[in-house]
């Protein structure tokens, strides 16, 4: 399965009627049936030639929209060694609710999935406990520590799609150069969360009117800057394709912009509360929407979303929101191509973690279930961009980055499928949620569009 593990599941067919079929890898895009025979596609279009199957089940998507399977390729699962924050079962469950078919999990766990062995224990947890397929990253080096190499050959071989050191960033340039290399060899990505340790230092909010106003340690928009600008350094000397997590800052939009103008071999992702968010919000509700309010794509009323106190926790996160101008570069930067990739970053933490003091709680946020939505809406909802590009985003573009055999509906394809319903409104709960952590700055936020059904390998296991 191309490195991707779910457990085995039973084989039948599945008639998928009347909606509108969008498969941005095959640029096809219109009301069409889809024909699930023995887990795969076996059939796509107005009318389905083949004689439907006895006791096929049928499934009218009038209305929806069905799409390939959704990939969120940045998951933190916590298994092994952290399972009071998450685990694959709780995790894939919560990927299920938010209609992902396939999720890539890091390697900062206990221990660090730095070797072949720690990459068999994840793939055989998944195997028993996964609903959704589950991909995993190596780690770039040992223990995640940024000190010494990690085997990326033997991690290659045990099936990781791509190398990472999680949360954390290679500090060494000599370091990260020379695992681009052997990554380059290997045909791996590397994939980075940029943090420039010596700009960031202590930060944990975003340097500016609001980290100033409320006391906050900054965190400059120029510490991610300074290692977008270093990847693409190696990634043009090395010919390694680089991709940049959770892009926060205009000044990374324009470098990524600017290297990929010229071939540079480099991509990046946004993330919903990179682009729904501001720091405002650090100084409660009230600030947020006299500040940001007409950024928030659906909301005309500042009155329909639930307060947020001052220096709420449950806001902070790694990167941090940023300023206003910060979140429309981002947004540029997905309308025009230049980001790639929408992903979620879910990151659960335990709530006592969460209840202490800004400077002492984790960063990060879960989002697994909301990471949908908050995309239709800020992105199409809002007129910056079509259904299609918000589908080829969680779809095809992570596919091709890291060579998954998914995000397509092609004949002979794994039926990994999501149907749609863009237009249904609803409210995301702490209570209700399918996750073990409920680190959500998104509670009780009222939403439109969501997935309705999540089908994995032909087999529905989620439906309205």
């Known amino acids: 399965m191309g490195g991707g ?59 929806k929209v069905v799409a390939p399977g959704l990939i969120d390729m940045h998951v933190h699962l916590r298994e092994p060694g952290q399972s009071a924050k998450e685990t694959i079962e709780t995790g894939t469950r919560a990927a299920v609710r938010g209609g992902f078919t396939s999720v890539v999990c890091m390697p900062n766990t206990s221990p660090a999935i730095d070797s072949a062995g720690t990459v068999a224990l994840v793939k055989e947890k998944a195997e028993k406990q996964a609903l959704v397929n589950v991909y995993i990253t190596g780690a770039i080096t040992k223990d995640i520590a940024g000190e010494e190499m990690a ?11 791509a190398i990472t050191d999680g949360r954390n960033c290679v500090q060494s340039h000599e370091l990260m150069r020379r695992a681009m290399e052997y990554a380059a060899m290997f045909g791996l990505p590397v994939i980075d969360h940029c943090q420039d340790e010596s700009l960031v230092t202590d930060g944990v909010a975003h340097e500016g009117y609001w980290s100033a106003v409320l006391g906050l340690h900054p965190w400059p928009a120029a510490g991610e800057e300074m290692i977008v600008a270093r990847n693409v350094l190696l990634a043009e000397k090395t010919g390694c394709r680089v991709h940049c997590q959770h892009v926060s800052a205009a000044g990374s939009v324009r470098l990524i912009r600017e ?14 509360h990179h682009f729904v968010l501001t720091d405002a919000a650090l100084a409660g509700s009230e600030k947020f929407w006299e500040a940001d309010g007409k950024g928030v794509a659906g909301y005309g009323d500042r009155k329909e979303l639930p307060s947020w106190p001052k ?70 909802h ?64 009222p939403l439109k569009g969501r997935a309705v059904s999540t089908i994995v390998g032909g087999r529905v296991v989620n439906a309205e």
């Not at 509108?20 to 024909?35: C, E, G, K, T, W």
């Not at 206003?324 to 981002?330: G, L, N, S, T, V």
């Not at 992570?398 to 609803?426: F, Y």
Request: include cysteine; aromatic fraction near 6%.
């Open 5 to 63: 593990v779910y457990r085995s599941r039973p084989m039948g067919s599945l008639h998928l009627r009347g909606g509108r079929v969008i498969d941005p890898a095959n640029r096809f895009d219109s009301v069409a049936d889809v024909l699930i025979s023995e887990g795969r596609v076996a059939e796509v279009g107005e009318q389905i030639s083949q004689a439907i199957p006895d006791g096929c089940k049928s499934i009218d998507c009038s209305g």
């Open 382 to 445: 809002s007129g910056r961009l079509g259904i299609d590009k918000v589908i080829e985003k969680f779809t095809s573009a992570p596919a091709k980055l890291l060579k998954l055999d998914r995000g397509s509906l092609s004949v002979g394809a794994v039926a990994d499928v999501t149907v749609i319903n863009p237009d249904v409104e609803w409210t995301f709960t702490a209570e209700e949620t399918a996750s073990k952590s409920v680190n959500s700055p998104f509670n009780n936020w």
């Open 259 to 272: 290297a990929k103008s010229r071939g540079v071999p480099i991509s990046g992702e946004a993330c919903p």
């Open 151 to 161: 085997p990326i050959g033997s991690l290659k071989q045990a099936g990781v799609v």
């Open 311 to 380: 220096y709420d926790t449950l806001l902070k996160m790694n990167p941090p929101i940023r300023s206003a101008a910060d979140r429309e570069a981002i947004l540029d930067g997905l309308t025009d191509g230049t980001l790639e990739v929408l992903a979620s970053d879910h990151a659960p933490h335990c709530d006592y973690e969460k209840e202490v003091e800004f400077d002492y709680a984790p960063f990060g946020v879960t989002g697994l279930e909301t990471a949908l939505s908050l995309s239709l809406m800020q992105l199409c």
